[in-house]
């Protein structure tokens, strides 16, 4: 059978490849629809035929259980903040160069849209600085991850909060380039993915299949591989 | 037949044709002054403007009653646009062709498309696009695609204006031969007295947005406060045909036609004229500026038309002149325009024979 | 397939012109008879309805994506009420949703352009049509049509080219569906997303050249007609 | 003065003037056959079209030099094109304000606004849009507008092709006066001989796209094979004024201009003719089929002229037919038609004299 | 200030108004000559012109955008050529950004009509005004625009709603800073994004409404003008 699997975006690359691995060891197919979790969310509550959707957070997976859409939630991924700069040394004195506000640009994600903004926000609160940075416009939000990773590795913004896995993921166009500083995780809210089973599927059994495979060793090593933790 | 009463505002402008009634074969022309509204009631009877009111009737076909109008692709009418309105996308041919291909296959024999196209002298024109054509060659084109419609109408406004003198006649022949020989009912605007004197069987005078009255050309002619006469004076039209004097090419005589079973034909030697190209049934046009009178022939002048005539009645044409309309052998009529001492000195007088000296007449065109 | 010796996934090429050139005739289709009704619209409500013609514009896509996904809900007023029509389907997340999202947010595209072409029409030579005998639909496709080609050509331009690189409705109303609604905008954003920029790079050098070439194809065709009628 | 020589290709048709070399002042008519590349020509001088090629020098500037051609907009010519060409997004008067401010101001006396106007009839339609007028109310706001230019040159283009006789009776007079009373050169195409014989100086002929020759109005009146004569004969054209007959206001008569110093003016009355609306400078046009010739004067006929003139030339006109050239009193030219016959019988020669019969004669117009 | 009791950020509103005239003025700046070049370009090359025109439609508006922030980058060449001439500012994350990422991006709106609207002029019209001395500047002004103001605006009409609903290029080139480059569709985004719908559909519809009326009230003012002049 073929079942099709909404993936937030930033899960993009790890959801491929956990495919690729999970067709070959089950013989089903899977297609996968990505895009911005609040979008996905959107499609499903009108009718997208999705079997299974993996989430940016735990909230709109927990809003669809709620309301009968779904089952199964699971946090499959728990991503990490990492604050990145081309040039600025934030690697050996991030505190003091956040603390100094000697840059142009800023760049986080939107808070609302994105969990990565949202800890990045609180990061920046538990410094008393995120007031300050945005009253003084030196914010650039993206509305995901992806575009906030655009606007420093463009150089557009001097530096910005970005996801750990685009900076592990091999292919990263700044693998291994500029400098990283991970803020402490006490800072921030878990940046816990959930992911569900959707309630409208017709093979729930073959969803079922890939959701244990993800879960399992195999899919925990993908997921490790680009960056993000796993529970 | 066409009968009715038409209203049409456009903008500040009232067309109120009041009711009018006239036979539609043949020709009949409109004639008036710049802005009179000709071009509007042509294109009321013709169903151009749905602000169209009133009433129409082409014989017994009703072509509009109070806000109904027969819509105008349906009325069969072949229209000459004063701008010539060629379709920019298409060829000359393709214009025709737009034409022809739209036209009854059942009227099959009705014009020759080849003939028209000989007479309208747009052969080498037929490949070009229609975008940079002069002047004349656009009008001569609309005037071949209205005929090759094998309408049952034809409305032509002002379709010879733009034409040089040659063109003109040879436009004027085509129009002749089609409206004879294939009958089509033709309604043409025109500001040349001489066209409506050449063509024309009636005339309908315009003024001011109103149908002033319909005549025949007979009528019209035959009253010196007449339209037709303010710009040349009054002038006369006799019917006849052209023919060779003595089988000599380049001798033609003026033939009329007698009106009455008693009449006798009058002979005409015609002038020099470029556009004497045909022979057959035509009309004469003689000026009453060009008509003389003597009480008896002349020798040892060079005129060669001297007409016994009777004089019918004479009336005042302008201050000082009188038109002086006498009666040929043949029953039809010509106009000499005199002053009123000439009337005095000759002591001329309703009833009288005279002789009407008419240095040379030209073919109405 | 591979280009260069990258990647490349034709699908959504395929399927990015499909969807471009199925919007551009149903616009044909639809904006056309819209766009002459309103230009030979009389009423004071005219300006309303032209004002209307433009406001799928308005709205960011996303936004009118989502407001669409609502309006087609397979559960909604509008499915149902086609489903009294025997439709069993769905509307969105399918080819037919990709369609119906461009046509709404292009509409303006080819309504506008032949609006104004057929502003621009000589009333003389639509009277001249008429009185040789063709009637309203004859004109339309023999005299009417033609002498628009500009217009045609402005407005089938725009919505090809602005179909073909629209991302936000077709993401929302399509629902990006490998191999079914991904099209070349979504598979380009979905590249750079997985740092797959060579390949995001070559697709969008695809689309710029083809498009580039359709164009210019499309403008030669009507230089060569322009120029044989003057 | 004009001289160059001008090609200009546009599609098949190929324009190549030859050298010509033409006064400039008083009017230039442009005359020739539909298609024989007068609007080109035109176009070409007014240096609107960019591929025109060769020589044109206005007095002592240069217009054209090869490929280099003084922008249109700097030649200073005001144009009168055959189709009006008016600006749509302008009312009537909106149209006159762009010309006339751009008016040169130290051309200030020039022309007056509101002679324009009034003699033009636009004044009712100064508010209106152009969309809408009649054929004829196109035309006259087009002169309106070249005139009140207060251009250094006037170009027209069939002006007056679509106006009724009034409003062409009227515009000749208006061209008339603005020409003789504030000099402007003027260039114009016209497709009726009567207009060229009116107001022409001298004639440009065309034919197939080449200046054939160019003539002043004498010469062209002077051969019989003149393209002018084509549609209606030999025409003469007499320069002189007209006045009242003993002050009475509805009988005129036009007095000639004697040529020669020991010339006397000659007089003729004129026929009832509703143009007559001015006195003054005028030109009499005088056909040649409406001059009868006699070996004396004769009584009792309606003949108001009976002119004394001598035989200067007798040519063949045409086919049986005779041109007999008389010299008037004054020294100017009349022409006579004839038949073979009549010059046999009468006996007429060069050199005699005899007697001029015109019944009455019509003013040009 | 609330509406309905529902908050609404007034700053978007007034930054979308502000980018989307200032992108109008500046396509009509640059659109319209560039349009007049191409519509009397006789040379073979026109074709590719025109097709370049339309180019920037065919990229999904994020990747558009992806590359403008690459071009326009501070440490780019762009930057720093104009650094030669003693510009000393960033190009991105501001209001000249997401001007001219609007302006790049709308640029087909504006030429393609005018571009078919300048075809459509009558030769003869502009030759006469020519003869009544007006040089190319004058002629423009007084006799070409006018003419051509169906084509100005559908231009205007086009860029001005497209602007306002655009999301992708001004998101990517403006850095959505909150109080400084968040247009409204990005606010409108945002909301949808984090379940305050009915912030999202507030402003949707004071989007909408405002739009409907500017466009009402612009097609009313051309109709005025077209009926007087018939
Ligand atoms: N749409 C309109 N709005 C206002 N006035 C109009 C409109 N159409 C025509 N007119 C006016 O109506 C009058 C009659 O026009 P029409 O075209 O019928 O005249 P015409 O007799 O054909 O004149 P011409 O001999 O000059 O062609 C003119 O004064 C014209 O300006
Ligand atoms: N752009 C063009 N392409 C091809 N032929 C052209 C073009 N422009 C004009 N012609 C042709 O050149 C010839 C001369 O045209 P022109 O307009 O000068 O004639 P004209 O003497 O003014 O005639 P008319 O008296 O009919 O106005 C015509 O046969 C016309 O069809
Ligand atoms: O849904 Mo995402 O992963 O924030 O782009
Ligand atoms: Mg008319
Ligand atoms: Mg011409």
Redesign the interface.
């Known amino acids: 059978a073929t079942i099709t699997v909404a993936i937030a975006a930033n899960f993009t690359k790890a959801a491929e490849e956990i495919g690729a691995a999970w067709e070959a060891k089950s013989g089903h197919d899977v297609r996968f629809s990505f895009g911005p979790s609040g979008k996905l969310l959107a499609q499903i509550q009108n009718g997208a035929p999705f079997d299974a959707y993996f989430s940016a957070d735990t909230d709109r997976p927990e809003l669809l259980v709620e309301a009968g859409d779904a089952r199964d939630f699971f946090v499959y991924a728990r991503g990490q903040l990492a604050l990145f700069s081309l040039d600025l040394p934030v690697d050996e004195r991030a505190e003091a160069i956040l603390a100094d506000g000697d840059f142009r640009y800023l760049a986080a994600a939107n808070p609302k849209a994105a969990p990565y903004g949202l800890a990045a926000q609180q990061v920046l609160e538990k410094r008393g600085l995120y007031q300050r940075y945005r009253d003084a416009g030196k914010i650039a939000t993206g509305e995901s991850i992806t575009q906030t990773f655009q606007f420093v590795t463009t150089g557009n913004a001097q530096l910005g909060f970005v996801a750990l896995s685009q900076l592990r993921d091999p292919e990263s166009p700044v693998a291994g380039k500029g400098h990283t500083w991970m803020p402490p995780a006490e800072d921030y809210d878990p940046i816990e993915q959930g992911a569900v089973a959707l309630t409208r599927s017709e093979h729930p059994e073959v969803v079922d299949d890939f959701l244990t495979f993800v879960r399992g060793d195999a899919g925990a090593a993908i997921i490790a591989k680009y960056g993000y933790d796993t529970p | 037949m066409f009968a009715g009463n038409l209203t049409l505002t456009v903008g500040d402008f009232r067309m109120a044709s009041g009711d009018f009634r006239f036979d539609s074969d043949g020709v009949t022309a409109l004639f008036g002054r710049s802005g009179s509204g000709k071009s509007t009631l042509l294109r009321a009877m013709a169903g151009l403007d749905r602000h169209t009111r009133g009433q129409l009737r082409f014989h017994d076909e009703v072509w509009q009653d109070g806000r109904r109008g027969l819509p105008a692709e349906r009325r069969d009418i072949g229209m000459v646009f004063q701008h010539a309105a060629l379709l920019a996308h298409r060829t000359v041919r393709g214009n025709l062709d737009f034409a022809a291909t739209r036209a009854p296959t059942d009227r099959g024999a009705a014009i020759d498309r080849d003939q028209i196209i000989e007479r309208t002298g747009i052969g080498p024109l037929l490949d070009r696009a229609v975008g940079n054509l002069s002047g004349g060659e656009r009008q001569r084109i609309a005037i071949a695609r209205a005929l090759v419609g094998k309408p049952r109408v034809l409305m032509m406004d002002e379709p010879l204006a733009a034409l040089d003198w040659r063109a003109k006649a040879e436009l004027l022949d085509l129009f002749e031969t089609v409206i004879r020989d294939f009958g089509i009912p033709t309604v043409m605007i025109t500001h040349a007295p001489a066209e409506v004197e050449r063509l024309a069987d009636r005339v309908v005078f315009m003024s001011e947005g109103r149908v002033e009255r319909v005549e025949t050309l007979k009528e019209a002619l035959g009253r010196v406060d007449s339209p037709l006469f303010t710009e040349e004076g009054p002038v006369a039209s006799l019917d006849g045909h052209v023919e060779h004097v003595d089988g000599d090419p380049h001798r033609l005589r003026f033939v009329t036609t007698p009106q009455t079973g008693t009449g006798q034909p009058v002979t005409f030697h015609l002038g020099a004229d470029g556009s004497t190209t045909e022979h057959g049934p035509r009309r004469l046009r003689v000026r009453a500026d060009d008509v003389a009178l003597a009480r008896k022939r002349l020798d040892n002048i060079s005129m060669q038309n001297q007409l016994p005539a009777r004089i019918e009645r004479i009336d005042t044409s302008a201050p000082g002149r009188r038109a002086v309309f006498l009666t040929l052998d043949d029953g039809q009529r010509l106009v000499s325009e005199v002053t009123d001492r000439a009337v005095a000195d000759m002591g001329l007088d309703a009833g009288q024979a005279v002789i009407a000296l008419v240095k040379s007449a030209a073919l109405a065109r | 397939m591979t280009l260069f010796g990258i990647p490349l996934d034709t699908h959504p090429i395929w399927l990015t012109l499909q969807v471009a050139a199925v919007t551009t005739i149903l616009l044909l289709l639809i904006g056309v008879p819209i766009a002459w009704g309103l230009s030979r619209m009389r009423s004071r409500w005219?300006?309303?309805f032209?004002?209307?013609v433009?406001?799928?514009?308005?709205?960011?896509?996303?936004?009118?994506g989502?407001?669409l996904?609502?309006a087609?809900?397979?559960?909604g007023p509008l499915t149902e009420f086609l489903g009294r029509f025997g439709f069993d389907g769905?509307l969105?997340?399918n080819f037919a949703g990709l369609v119906i999202g461009s046509v709404l947010f292009s509409l303006?595209?080819m309504v506008?352009?032949m609006?104004?072409?057929f502003?621009?029409l000589?009333e003389?030579?639509l009277?001249?049509?008429?009185?040789?005998?063709?009637?309203l639909l004859?004109?339309f496709f023999?005299?009417i049509l033609?002498?628009s080609?500009?217009?045609l050509?402005?407005g089938s331009?725009?919505t090809f080219?602005?179909t073909?690189?629209?991302?936000?409705v077709v993401?929302?109303v399509g629902?990006?569906?490998?191999?079914?609604t991904?099209m070349?905008?979504?598979a380009?954003?979905?590249h750079?997303?997985?740092?797959?920029?060579a390949q995001?790079h070559l697709l969008?050098a695809v689309?710029?050249v083809f498009?580039?070439a359709t164009?210019?194809g499309v403008?030669?065709i009507n230089?060569r007609f322009s120029a044989?009628?003057?």
């Open positions: 005219r300006v309303v032209e004002a209307l433009s406001l799928p514009l308005v709205l960011p896509p996303t936004v009118l989502f407001y996904i609502i087609m809900n397979p559960n769905q969105t997340f303006p595209f506008q352009p609006m104004s072409a502003q621009g000589s003389e030579v009277d001249a049509a008429r009185l040789m005998r063709a009637g004859d004109r023999s005299v033609p002498l080609r500009q217009g050509l402005v331009v725009l080219a602005h073909v690189g629209e991302f936000g993401l929302m629902g990006n569906i490998e191999g079914q991904r070349v905008s979504i380009i954003f979905d750079v997303e997985s740092f797959e920029y995001a969008s689309m710029v498009s580039f164009l210019v403008y030669l230089r044989r009628l003057g």
